[in-house]
């Protein structure tokens, strides 16, 4: 039989013996051998210690601190398994205590920030981008030399034109252009409560944060990139805004596209009108600021009457760890 599948198989017969005793040997199995469960489970309690006393450093000087009472593999598998422990402890802490926005209705709240995108002959290339932070959708995108106070103010008459309306609430940070008198003029004399960032804490403003990260991400736009020319960024970001706006679908929206939500949304001259939120807005910043004694302490006091304000007209949910915050929580926008 074995010379019949030799000549089937055109090798010699004796080659087909062997290959026959092998695969009839047991094999010893790949790799090391595995400790016992016992041996393992006491290694635990000397890593972790030695982990802790360390300030959780990489395996290689705790394997030198347990050098003779722990095998360095045992050294090896605990650290990695104790690390992931830690860092799940600590993802669970930060989702606990994370408050987040949610805002029911469309032009409800608009944030604006700015990110350079590149250098061209001409210069540094900047933009000023809107988005509407109830559907998730850029409103506007300005792009150009950086920009002035003067600049936003044409940006937001831009946006009223495409919108047919000016935001309830407009989000900004702190740099010159969105300090500027000219714009503050302008939110006065429109009604449009500004919501102020407090310096260097980008939670305060992640609509804007993540619009902008995902336009550099989908354009390939960023500060240090070399442009061709001035209108380069401008045919980039435009083609980046139309695929975040109409082809991603985001989870949060429950996987449709943002400009499908913005169809479906209501918007916030549905619930009030823009005069009576002004006023009760104006009334509960006025109402919570008057003892702060720090510009910090009077920023804090004015955001949460912001939100108050829109949360008494229905217009956002805040959470806390995933549950509705009472009024007798202290709100840190996330």
């Given at each position: ?10 090798m010699?017969e ?31 309690e ?70 350079y995108?590149?250098r ?13 932070a ?121 996987y ?53 304000t ?5 217009l ?19």
């Amino acid at each position: 039989m074995t010379a019949a599948q030799a000549g089937v198989l055109g090798m010699p017969e004796r080659t087909l013996r062997d290959w026959t005793v092998k695969a009839d040997t047991a094999r010893r199995p790949v790799g090391n051998p595995g400790y016992e469960e016992g041996t393992r489970s006491a290694a635990r309690e000397p890593v972790l210690a030695e982990l802790e006393a360390q300030g959780w450093p990489g395996w290689r000087p705790v394997a030198r601190a347990l050098a003779g009472r722990v095998p360095t593999r045992l050294v090896q598998q605990w650290v990695a398994a104790l690390k992931g422990e830690r860092r799940r402890r600590e993802r669970a802490g930060e989702m606990e205590r994370r408050t987040s926005v949610r805002v029911l209705g469309r032009d409800v709240l608009w944030a604006e920030d700015g990110a350079y995108v590149g250098r061209s002959p001409r210069g540094k290339e900047a933009m000023e981008l809107l988005r509407d932070a109830g559907p998730a959708r850029t409103v506007a995108i300005g792009q150009g030399a950086p920009a002035r106070g003067e600049d936003l103010v044409a940006l937001l008459e831009h946006a009223r034109s495409t919108r047919g309306t000016l935001p309830l609430v407009l989000s900004r940070d702190n740099g010159g252009p969105q300090k500027s008198i000219a714009l503050a003029r302008y939110c006065e004399r429109e009604c449009v409560v500004v919501l102020r960032n407090c310096p260097r804490t980008a939670r305060h403003n992640p609509f804007a944060e993540r619009a902008i990260g995902e336009l550099k991400e989908v354009s390939g736009l960023d500060a240090d990139v070399s442009l061709g020319d001035s209108t380069e960024a401008r045919r980039r970001l435009e083609a980046a805004w139309r695929t975040l706006d109409h082809r991603r679908r985001r989870a949060r929206l429950g996987y449709r596209t943002a400009a499908a939500m913005d169809d479906e949304m209501p918007g916030w001259y549905d619930r009030t009108t823009r005069e009576r939120f002004y006023q009760a807005a104006r009334a509960a910043i006025e109402e919570a600021t008057v003892r702060c004694t720090t510009a910090r302490a009077r920023r804090l006091s004015e955001r949460e009457a912001i939100f108050r304000t829109l949360e008494d007209f229905g217009l956002i949910v805040r959470t806390r760890g995933g549950r509705p915050l009472t009024r007798t929580e202290t709100a840190t926008i996330a």
